[in-house]
């Protein structure tokens, strides 16, 4: 019998494929809403595609004294190769992080972040080359304003089509230029098989086209894509 993928292959193959097309499939399956808002957006723009597994973090306004968020590094510690940070909770105006945490989830090996809040210190985290998507920019930190309450728990993103995405731990995070999707940890090696026989079925169309194919004449050999 064939073996399962591992997580890093997951991950290298599903940054070879597009977040149109995983939606595609999981539209398929039954599964239209897992889109996330499309205020979700590369930060710094240049930021790269995000591709990896959810860990999750959450955390809400909550005044404290000044002197730093412990609970944001012990929740950070735990992230390992092919994490997602995947930062949630109702801020509004605040970061949620910024340079040096992004380099202490690099350091753990986490493959990028989705902020459903705020980020700061965009420059740099450009240069550290640690893809970040985010509903926002703030220059205002969290410390005093907003804090980590718990992780590797279920959360709910902004979403697309409904007002809220459930992301779960082990879920997979996948955001390019059309957005940010998250797919089931249940049905990501069958989302991903079947995302990359669309991918190929597009290679293909494309190809016929540029050797004069018609539109018409695609669509009638290949069908809908």
């Avoid at 595609?49 to 999750?56: D, E, S, V, Y």
């Avoid at 703030?138 to 995405?165: C, D, H, Y």
Wanted: hydrophobic share 45%.
């Amino acid at each position: 019998m064939p073996t399962s993928p591992s997580r890093g292959e997951i991950r290298e193959r599903y940054l070879k494929v597009d977040t149109s097309n995983v939606a595609d499939v999981l539209d398929d399956l039954g599964l239209p809403d897992q889109g996330l808002s499309a205020h979700f957006a590369p930060m710094p723009a240049e930021a790269g595609k995000l591709a990896g597994f959810a860990f999750t973090i959450r955390g809400q306004m909550t005044p404290f004294a000044p002197g730093g968020d412990a609970e944001k590094m012990k929740a950070c510690a735990e992230l390992s190769s092919g994490d997602i940070a995947v930062w949630s909770g109702d801020g509004e105006g605040v970061c949620y992080f910024g340079e040096l945490i992004a380099i202490g989830m690099k350091e753990r090996g986490a493959a990028g972040a989705l902020v459903d809040g705020g980020v700061r210190d965009l420059k740099w985290i450009g240069e550290l080359g640690f893809p970040v998507f985010a509903r926002y920019r703030a220059p205002v930190q969290s410390i005093m304003r907003w804090k980590v309450n718990a992780w590797r728990v279920p959360v709910f993103l902004r979403g697309a089509t409904i007002e809220r995405v459930k992301v779960e731990p082990g879920d997979f995070i996948l955001a390019d230029e059309d957005g940010a999707i998250a797919i089931p940890a249940a049905k990501v090696v069958e989302v991903l098989i079947a995302a990359e026989k669309l991918t190929a079925k597009e290679v293909a169309i494309r190809d016929e086209l540029k050797k004069g194919l018609s539109l018409a004449e695609a669509l009638d050999r290949y069908g809908h894509v």
